[in-house]
T-cell receptor, first 113, second 112 residues
Framework: AQSVTQPDIHITVSEGASLELRCNYSYGATPYLFWYVQSPGQGLQLLLKYFSGDTLVQGIKGFEAEFKRSQSSFNLRKPSVHWSDAAEYFCAVGDYNNNDMRFGAGTRLTVKP | DGGITQSPKYLFRKEGQNVTLSCEQNLNHDAMYWYRQDPGQGLRLIYYSQIVNDFQKGDIAEGYSVSREKKESFPLTVTSAQKNPTAFYLC???????????FGAGTRLSVL
C-alpha cells in the first residue's frame, strides 16, 4: 500500500531564508505526487503536482519540488520564505485515478521575522 | 464563483445524536470525497463517490454514512456509533479527466 512520510513535524525558518520540506513516499508503480498547503482552520490548497516528465516541477507562490525516484522523495523548496508562508504543508501520493490518495502527517512551518 | 462549499463551519454534537455535514460543489466534478483530519495524523479517507448513487468506503468509514443523490452534493452523517467524532472534516472533489482533488474549507465538529 502506498504511504507518505514527512519526517519533520515542525520547522522554523527566518523570513528571507531558503526552505526545504522533506517528503518520502512508498508506492509500487509510478506515483502521482502532490504538495498542499493549509492555513489554520482552512481547507487544503494545491501548491504543485508531479505526474510524469520533468522531475523539477514549479508551483504557485514561488514553490518548486523535485521528484527523485532513486530516493523515493519529493521535497518541496522555496528560495526565500515570506511571513505569509507560515502554514501546514502536506505531501500526498495518489494512484492513476486518485481515489486512494495518501497524505503525510504534515509539516508545520513557522516563519521568524 | 465556482468552488466547494462546506457547511456549517462549526458543529456541535450531543451524545447519541446524529449530525450531518454538508458538501456542495458547482465545479461539475464527478468524484467527491470526505476526509477526517486529526492533529498530527494528516488526512484519512472516510468515503468517496465517483458517480451519483454510488459510493465506497475509505479507511475509517465505521460510524459514518453518506449519500450521493445529486452530482453536486455529498453529505456526510456522523452517527452516534462514531464514539470519537471530534475532528476537522474536509470535503474534496475531482473531475474525472484530471487527477487532482480540490478541497472545501472544512467543518470542525466538536462534542458537547
Amino acid at each position: 500500500a502506498q504511504s507518505v512520510t514527512q519526517p519533520d513535524i515542525h520547522i522554523t525558518v527566518s523570513e528571507g531564508a531558503s526552505l526545504e520540506l522533506r517528503c518520502n513516499y512508498s508506492y509500487g508503480a509510478t506515483p502521482y505526487l502532490f504538495w498542499y498547503v493549509q492555513s489554520p482552520g482552512q481547507g487544503l490548497q494545491l501548491l504543485l503536482k508531479y505526474f510524469s516528465g520533468d522531475t523539477l516541477v514549479q508551483g504557485i507562490k514561488g514553490f518548486e519540488a523535485e521528484f527523485k525516484r532513486s530516493q523515493s522523495s519529493f521535497n518541496l523548496r522555496k528560495p526565500s520564505v515570506h511571513w505569509s508562508d507560515a502554514a501546514e504543508y502536506f505531501c500526498a501520493v495518489g494512484d492513476y485515478n486518485n481515489n486512494d490518495m495518501r497524505f503525510g502527517a504534515g509539516t508545520r512551518l513557522t516563519v521568524k521575522p | 464563483d465556482g468552488g466547494i462549499t462546506q457547511s456549517p463551519k462549526y458543529l456541535f454534537r450531543k451524545e447519541g445524536q446524529n449530525v450531518t455535514l454538508s458538501c456542495e460543489q458547482n465545479l461539475n466534478h464527478d468524484a467527491m470525497y470526505w476526509y477526517r483530519q486529526d492533529p498530527g495524523q494528516g488526512l484519512r479517507l472516510i468515503y468517496y463517490s465517483q458517480i451519483v448513487n454510488d459510493f465506497q468506503k475509505g479507511d475509517i468509514a465505521e460510524g459514518y454514512s453518506v449519500s450521493r443523490e445529486k452530482k453536486e452534493s455529498f453529505p456526510l452523517t456522523v452517527t452516534s456509533a462514531q464514539k470519537n467524532p471530534t475532528a476537522f472534516y474536509l470535503c474534496a472533489s475531482r473531475v474525472s479527466a484530471k487527477n487532482i482533488q480540490y478541497f472545501g474549507a472544512g467543518t470542525r465538529l466538536s462534542v458537547l
